[in-house]
């Protein structure tokens, strides 16, 4: 009867270890444009606001960190208009507020600054 118990024991715990085994090796969930925090301007290295997120600290001019620096393709605005810099051939961009949009081709990958307009 022992045997059998310390059998079952042992069934469940390698089952546990299984089981956590997997859940570390998920893969993590997509970034999403609703993940963007209320009043921030979002930049995302993924299209439709996928992949890794980078949350604009405030208004002025930043440049981009380098997580993110030449691997942005989306851009999310709540209430402000922002300037994008880019390497050349196409040095600068706008998104209007109020926007969730990928990259043109020209610009994919190629921001490398951010300049948040606040104000009237």
């Known amino acids: ?34 993940d963007c925090p209320w009043g921030k301007v979002c930049v995302f290295s993924g299209w439709h606001g996928g992949g ?34 880019f390497l050349s051939p196409t040095p600068r961009g706008h998104v209007p507020r109020w926007t969730e949009t990928n990259l043109s081709p020209e610009e994919n990958n190629r921001l490398v600054g951010v300049v948040v307009y606040c104000g009237p």
């Not at 604009?56 to 994008?84: Q, R």
Request: glycine fraction near 6%; proline fraction near 6%.
């Open 1 to 34: 009867m022992k045997t059998v118990a310390r059998k079952a024991r042992a069934a469940v715990a390698a089952l546990a270890m299984a089981a956590g085994a997997l859940a570390l090796t998920a893969a993590p969930a997509q970034a999403d444009y609703s």
């Open 52 to 85: 890794e997120r980078w949350d604009v600290p405030s208004c002025g001019h930043h440049p981009v960190p380098d997580f993110m620096t030449l691997k942005a393709s989306s851009v999310k605005t709540h209430g402000n208009d922002v300037g994008l810099i």
